[in-house]
Structure formats: structure tokens, C-alpha cells
């Protein structure tokens, strides 16, 4: 009687370990899907799994997590009426480590035009008139657009009635710093170091202010970008969303 408790016991525990592996499995599958590893998968420090909804909740953002992260952000703009929406929850920190999986980095011809900012999460470290500007921000309101043929890019920021406008004008290079490889061997440029050139601001029919504000020796990192996202984060741990001008109308009329 004894041995063969035993051998029950023994069944069980190999009965709950092969549950416990193909759960893993099939975990990893979805993510190896798509070209992520799910070994090299990136979290942020003390990043709460449990919070995020556990394991489960994982594997179903990331069957998907450009279009979760599009229906975050609409539903959020949509229930502020246009305000940019700032978010610091589990859930975003792990769709960003999701999509940084995809493989999809900085890209010339990708980048290249106008992008409407849709959300933007400042770090500890960011300046705080970054953040005061940031708090009026609508939708339309601020736009970062990129010029492959000068590598600059340009932040607009405009006031609620649209009357006074901040601007600051960046040089870029992309840079080998930070690169990744995909799951095909390729390599993933991320980043491109950013020097802040011109900072101006202009109210109706006031004269032009310059800021002193030039700065070189930044950096904006590309998490993800394809012909309709941009999703980076700067040297000073802000994380930023832009949506093309037609795919956010699209989004935000369904």
C-alpha cells in the first residue's frame, strides 16, 4: 500500500509538472510567433507581473500589442475629450517591453513626415516645464515631425486656442548604440542622438522669443515604429506615443 501511494504521488507531481510545461510552452510559442524571445524579453525593473494581470494577461497582449496599446490610448482620448492622456500603469510598461520584441525599430523611410502626439509619460528626470507644458496638451495640439533630407525633426506644441506656438528644432543621427537583433539575425537600430538647436516661442502677433534651451548630447530611442506608430523613449526616461494624422482620425471616428 505504501509503494503504491507513492507511485501516486509520483504520478501526480509528473501530471502537474507537464501541465506547468506546455503552459510555458505555449506562452513562449505565441511570443516566438511573432520573432520575440521570450528569454530575452524585456521588463522593467521591478516590474510587477502579478499587477499586470499575471502570466495569462501577458500572453494575451502579446498576441497583439499594437493594437492594444492603440485601444488604450483611443479609449483614454476619448474619455478625456482629447486631452493626451498620461499613463503609468503595469499594463503600458508591459506593452512597451512587448512591442520593443517585435523587432521593429528606427527606420528612415518609416519615420519620414508628420506625427501628431497622442500620449506621453514623463520620467523622473524630465525638466518640469516639459512636464507644465505637457498637462495642456490636446489631441492636434503638438505634433513632432521628422525630415529625413535635413535628419531634424520638429516639436510643435500649440496653446489651447491654438494662439501661441513652442517649437524647438532638433538635429538627429542615428547611432549603432543600443541596436538589437531580430529573431532573423537582422540588426535593429534603435537610437539616434538628438542636439536641441532652437527653442522659440511665438504668441499671436508678439514678437518671437528665443529660449535658452539648446542642448546636445541627448538621445530618442525607437521602441517600436511602423507606417502607422511611433512609440520611443528619451534620455530622460520619457516615454512618448505619436499616431500619423490620418490613422488617429480613423482610430477616433470608430
Not at 49 to 61: H, M, Q, V, Y
Not at 77 to 91: A, F, I, R, T, Y
Not at 221 to 233: A, G, P, Q, S
Request: proline share 4%.
Amino acid at each position: 500500500m505504501k509503494h503504491h501511494a507513492i507511485n501516486r504521488a509520483v504520478l501526480a507531481a509528473a501530471a502537474i509538472a507537464s501541465l506547468l510545461t506546455n503552459e510555458v510552452t505555449a506562452f513562449s510559442g505565441s511570443l516566438l510567433a511573432r520573432g520575440a524571445d521570450v528569454t530575452k524579453l524585456k521588463l522593467p525593473p521591478g516590474f510587477d507581473i502579478e499587477a499586470a494581470g499575471g502570466w495569462s494577461e501577458i500572453e494575451r497582449l502579446a498576441a497583439d500589442p499594437k493594437s492594444e496599446l492603440v485601444s488604450l490610448i483611443v479609449s483614454g482620448l476619448k474619455g478625456s475629450g482629447g486631452n493626451v492622456d498620461v499613463l503609468s500603469s503595469e499594463k503600458l510598461e508591459m506593452l512597451e517591453s512587448l512591442l520593443l520584441n517585435c523587432g521593429k525599430g528606427f527606420g528612415a523611410d518609416l519615420v519620414d513626415g508628420e506625427w501628431v502626439s497622442v500620449l506621453s509619460r514623463q520620467g523622473k528626470k524630465s525638466p518640469r516645464f516639459q512636464k507644465l507644458v505637457n498637462k495642456r496638451d490636446k489631441v492636434q495640439n503638438s505634433f513632432a515631425n521628422f525630415d529625413i533630407s535635413t535628419q531634424t525633426f520638429l516639436n510643435l506644441a500649440y496653446t489651447p486656442h491654438q494662439r501661441g506656438q513652442l517649437k524647438a528644432l532638433v538635429e538627429y543621427n542615428p547611432v549603432p548604440d543600443n541596436h538589437d537583433l531580430s529573431a532573423d539575425g537582422k540588426v535593429v537600430l534603435r537610437r539616434i542622438a538628438c542636439d536641441i538647436t532652437d527653442v522659440n516661442f511665438k504668441y499671436w502677433k508678439l514678437p518671437k522669443l528665443t529660449l535658452p534651451l539648446k542642448k546636445k548630447g541627448g538621445y530618442l530611442d525607437f521602441i517600436y515604429l511602423d507606417e502607422d506608430i511611433r512609440v520611443t523613449k528619451g534620455n530622460r526616461g520619457g516615454l512618448f506615443v505619436h499616431f500619423r494624422r490620418k490613422f488617429l482620425e480613423k482610430m477616433m471616428s470608430q
